[in-house]
């Protein structure tokens, strides 16, 4: 079975334009998964200081791989929750601030509906109101993950073990998560021996 990544890919490096072929992913739909939103917190970091070109530039950098409408969504509210963090938004303002740049979509809806969710409730609690991880789309990891972000803002670690204790897409969820977080704690939040336990890093 060809993956559609390697579709993508081939369809591309055969002389297709990208546009073209990202759209017809899914029978026409575009992808809606979680790559977009994965990578595009260092996107929000560096825009920071302007979130109208933070939601322009996570729109485009979505595209690239996903075309779906969800999928650009969640990649513009992770954009916007990472540039949030940066600027010392209140955890409690983030989900909603994040919910009202957020394009129309399920993934908004689902923001919004947390912005109710006080942080009191338990990660699982969240993850079986709008999942996290299971269905492998924006809309249903990107609300959890953010929700998670804001419940724990200031420690990175706690807001990795809170993410993961739901289960699900766990290497999403954390992605996204650890984008936000280490947006505004900065990577000597990460531990050492985490540090340690990594895999090695090519020389020079």
Avoid: K
Avoid at 7 to 16: F, K, W, Y
Avoid at 45 to 71: G, K, Y
Avoid at 169 to 184: F, N
């Amino acid at each position: 079975m060809v993956l559609p990544a390697a579709e993508v890919l081939t369809a591309i490096g055969d002389g297709e334009a990208w546009q073209a072929v990202t759209a017809a992913q899914f029978a026409g739909q575009g992808s809606w998964g979680n790559g977009a939103a994965m990578r595009v917190a260092p996107l929000g970091a560096w825009f920071a200081d302007d979130l109208d070109r933070v939601v322009e530039q996570a729109a485009l950098s979505a595209a690239v791989t996903h075309a779906h409408p969800e999928a650009t969504a969640g990649a513009v509210a992770v954009g916007v929750a990472a540039a949030l963090t940066v600027r010392q938004v209140p955890a409690e303002d983030l989900l909603p601030q994040v919910a009202a740049r957020t394009p129309d979509s399920e993934v908004a809806a689902r923001l919004r509906r947390l912005s109710r969710r006080p942080f009191s409730r338990q990660p699982q609690w969240i993850a079986g109101e709008v999942g996290c991880g299971a269905l492998i789309s924006a809309l249903d990891t990107v609300p959890y993950a953010i929700w998670c972000a804001a419940r724990h803002l200031d420690s990175l670690v706690e807001a990795l073990w809170a993410t993961v204790s739901a289960g699900g897409d766990m290497d999403t969820t954390c992605a996204i998560v650890g984008g936000i977080v280490a947006a505004r704690t900065g990577l000597d939040a990460v531990p050492g021996e985490w540090v340690d336990a990594r895999e090695p890093l090519p020389a020079g």
